[in-house]
Each structure stands twice: as structure tokens, then as C-alpha cells.
């Protein structure tokens, strides 16, 4: 399964024309949360039709596409990676709807976004895993785009909150020396001469930790 090929031309060339009007507003208003905002506004939309058009109608109705991380916030910046979940309701999904879930990265790339894709099934998403924390912390940013609203919902309101009640040590002390680890790797200290915005103590990684620590408590 594939996208037809003028389709797939008609939203390169319509995320090139969005993507350049957006540059131009940021370089004349100087706003960069509308511009990221903005992108993240794009880019749901061309995925929200990108995904309609390999997935027709009632086809594939157990499944859901989320977006995460950095997208999930509305955190799109020019360059980041589009971090989206496709979560299947069970083990049988997957393979049921694999050509269209590998149809749909592809076409991403070929638009010209950095697609950063995960595919979970609800039982997948029940554990935590600390080797692989960032995927659980990249769910505390999440919202729907497309796809089944009513799996996402048990999602939202079922699953994540369980987790998140029976995990909360393992993710708390998990954030904790992720961001011990990340301090040290730029010596526990804002003051050089090109400090890293986003990652260095007191950059942007460490409002987004906040926010995280805010929500699980």
C-alpha cells in the first residue's frame, strides 16, 4: 500500500507552502510559540489526511493515531522530529494494518518530516519500562489526531492513569537521574560559552521535567 503519487506531491508541495508562510511570520512578528504552535497545527492536519486517505472509511477501526512528545505539547519546533504513536487496540492489529502504518512513515519522510514513529498495542502500553522510560514520559504529552477516538479514550482515561498510580516510583527516580545524567554530560553548569538551551541545567528540558513532575503529582 502506497500513496498515490499526485497526493503525495499536492502535501509535500502544500507543508513546503505552510512551512515557508510560517517562516516568513516568524520573521516578521519574532513569535516563536505561535510559529511552533503553528507547525504543530500543520502537520496534525496533513497526518490527519494523510491517514484518511490509506485508511478509508470503517477500515482499520482499532486503531489510533496520537501525537507525542514535543508534538503532543504543541512544541513543534522547525527542525524536531514528529513523535506519533500508532496504538492498536490488541496483538491482532498490528498486522492487519501494517502496509498502511508503514505507508504512512514513509509518506511523512517523503513530505519532508522527520518522522519518529512507535507502535504499541493497550497491553504494551500497561508496562514501564525503566531502559525505555523515554517512551512513557513522551505519553505525559499526548493527544489524538485520527483514527478510533473511543481506543484513545481508554487510553486517556483508563490505562495511563493506572500506569501512572502503580509506576509512579520507578518513573519518578527514572526522571530523576535522567536529568542527573543530562546535567552532568554539560558539567552541572549553565555558565559556557554556547550552553545547550535545551538540554543544560536550567534549559528548556528542565521546564518540560517540571511540567512532568506537576502532572504526576
Known amino acids: 500500500m502506497v500513496v498515490d503519487p499526485l497526493s503525495l506531491a499536492r502535501l509535500r508541495s502544500r507543508y513546503h507552502d505552510d512551512f515557508t508562510q510560517l517562516r516568513q511570520n516568524f520573521e516578521r512578528t519574532g513569535d516563536g510559540s505561535a510559529a511552533i504552535r503553528r507547525r504543530s497545527q500543520i502537520v496534525g ?3 490527519c489526511e494523510l491517514w484518511g486517505q490509506l485508511v478509508p472509511g470503517s477500515a482499520h477501526t482499532e486503531i489510533a493515531l496520537l501525537a507525542t512528545g514535543g508534538f503532543g505539547r504543541r512544541e513543534l519546533f522547525p ?9 492498536c487496540a490488541n496483538e491482532k492489529v498490528e498486522p492487519a494494518c ?4 508503514r505507508a504512512c512513515i514513509q509518506a511523512m519522510w517523503d513530505i519532508g518530516l522527520r518522522a519518529s514513529p512507535a507502535t504499541r498495542t493497550l497491553k504494551e502500553c500497561e508496562r514501564v519500562h525503566p ?19 473511543d481506543l484513545y ?4 482515561k483508563d490505562l495511563l492513569p493506572s ?3 502503580r509506576e509512579w516510583d520507578t518513573v519518578i527516580q ?7 545524567a543530562r546535567h552532568a554530560r554539560y558539567g552541572n553548569t549553565i555558565f559556557h560559552v554556547e550552553p545547550n538551551v535545551k538540554e543544560c541545567p536550567g534549559g528548556l528540558r528542565d521546564y518540560h521535567l517540571a511540567q512532568w513532575l ?3 503529582n
Open 45 to 47: 492536519a496533513l497526518l
Open 79 to 87: 527542525c524536531s522530529d514528529v513523535d506519533v504513536l500508532f496504538l
Open 98 to 101: 501494517g502496509d498502511s502504518i
Open 131 to 149: 531502559d525505555n522510560l523515554e517512551f512513557t514520559v513522551s505519553l505525559l504529552d499526548r493527544r489524538f489526531l485520527t483514527g478510533n477516538r
Open 153 to 156: 479514550s481508554k487510553f486517556e
Open 163 to 165: 500506569v501512572i498510580l
Open 174 to 180: 527514572n526522571l530523576a537521574e535522567m536529568a542527573r
Open 214 to 216: 506537576t502532572l504526576l
